[in-house]
């Protein structure tokens, strides 16, 4: 199916987006990388009558360190996460989250802004933002604002973004030392959206665990901490019993959403288990 007629337009500055934004309302969308937006467009269950063009305005793209955190641009394509030696160095857990988004195409042009304000049920980033703890930057008819991570992501496809904001760059604090991350995913074999993916943080100081966020996508209508899980493994020792333990309360207060191809125990079973993959290995690169 094709689209809705639509006319296109290429801002050269957030304000001119923001401005654009303004002047057509409801009816336009942002355009980055596309992957979330068109395929929506072709099955016309979006139907945008203006598109306005982000990709290209300066500054919006690119990954630099500033102040104890990796600061990241919200066009800044999934490729470049995976591959950009500072990410790596820095925040290991996001280059191997975005390694396994989609295919090669879908990581040279969806970017990381485009996936956090889709907030698909089952992207990749969304779990993986909620374990880093970041902060995401909007700019909008009012200004610009900081939004923390756990405040964004509000239900299926929404998040507190207001009308006529968009991100312009998300701020990731560097894990400090003796503090290990991983990103364990059953991925769907034909869309590789994560059946269920887990993202978990953890600390180790004095052979216990002083921190822990972990965070599940895929199962439930949004991406969202396992508090139960960080609550059983704080204060504990790094050991295989209190992660198996920690683990099997991934799902508490977790509503799965609604899918007449999954059995809702299996997915709730899944969930355990890559969260005890996640957080054993998280544990494992703490040292």
Known sequence: MYPVPFEYHRAGSVDEAVALLGRFGESARLLAGGHSLLPLMKLRLAEPRHLVDIRRIPGLSG???????????????????????????????????????????????????????????????????????????????KGRRAIPVDRFFVKLFTTSLSPGELLTEVRVPVPVAGTGGAYAKFPHPASRYAVVGVAALVTVSARKISAARVAIT??????????????????????????????????????????????????????????????ATALERAG
């Open 63 to 141: 990954v630099r360190e500033e102040g104890g955190a990796l600061i990241i641009g919200a066009a800044t394509p999934h490729h470049f996460l995976e591959t950009s030696p500072l990410v790596r160095e820095r925040l290991p857990i996001l280059s191997e989250a975005a390694a396994q988004i989609g295919d090669a195409q879908v990581r040279n042009i969806g970017t990381i802004g485009g996936s956090l304000a889709h907030a698909d049920p089952a992207a990749d980033l969304p779990a993986v933002m909620l374990a880093l703890g970041a902060e995401l930057v909007a700019v909008g008819p």
């Open 218 to 279: 895929g199962v439930g209508a949004r991406a969202v901490r396992a508090t139960a899980t960080e609550a059983a493994l704080v204060g504990n020792a790094p050991d295989a019993g209190v992660v198996a333990s920690a683990a099997e309360r991934a799902v508490d207060g977790l509503t799965v959403r609604s899918d007449p191809r999954m059995d809702p125990e299996y997915w709730r079973a899944l969930a355990v288990t890559f969260t005890r993959r996640a957080v």
